[in-house]
């Protein structure tokens, strides 16, 4: 069966930066878009960023030019590098393929 795993969530201060991973099994994984979703306490689940099978990315504009998704198609795995974090990137991060979700990992970011 098609699993997600999320890692790298963590504690960090406004300015600071983190790198998550999401390392995918039972799934031809560089055929499938990858994508990147985030959901804050008391809203909605957002889109945050996909990456093709082939690397090309796009992002939402809350995190456009701080945030960065890439992908090593031989390890299975999607990676999401967080700069310039803000108080308001506070959320539990997922990553999807197609119907299949991750479970998350927490980020949350101090002032």
């Known amino acids: 069966q098609v699993q997600l795993v999320e890692s790298g969530g963590g504690s960090v201060q406004a300015g600071g930066s983190l790198r998550l991973a999401c390392a995918a099994s039972?799934?031809?994984?560089?055929?499938?878009?990858m994508r990147w979703h985030r959901q804050a306490p008391g809203k909605e689940r957002e889109f945050v960023g996909l990456?093709?099978?082939?690397?090309?990315?796009n992002y939402a504009d809350a995190v456009k030019g701080r945030f960065t998704i890439s992908r090593d198609n031989g390890k299975n795995t999607v990676y999401l590098q967080m700069n310039s974090l803000k108080t308001e990137d506070t959320a539990v991060y997922y990553c999807?393929?197609?119907?299949?979700w991750g479970q998350g990992t927490q980020v949350t970011v101090s002032s």
């Open positions: 990456i093709t099978g082939g690397g090309s990315a």
């Open positions: 039972g799934l031809t994984f560089a055929t499938y878009m």
């Open positions: 999807a393929a197609s119907k299949y």
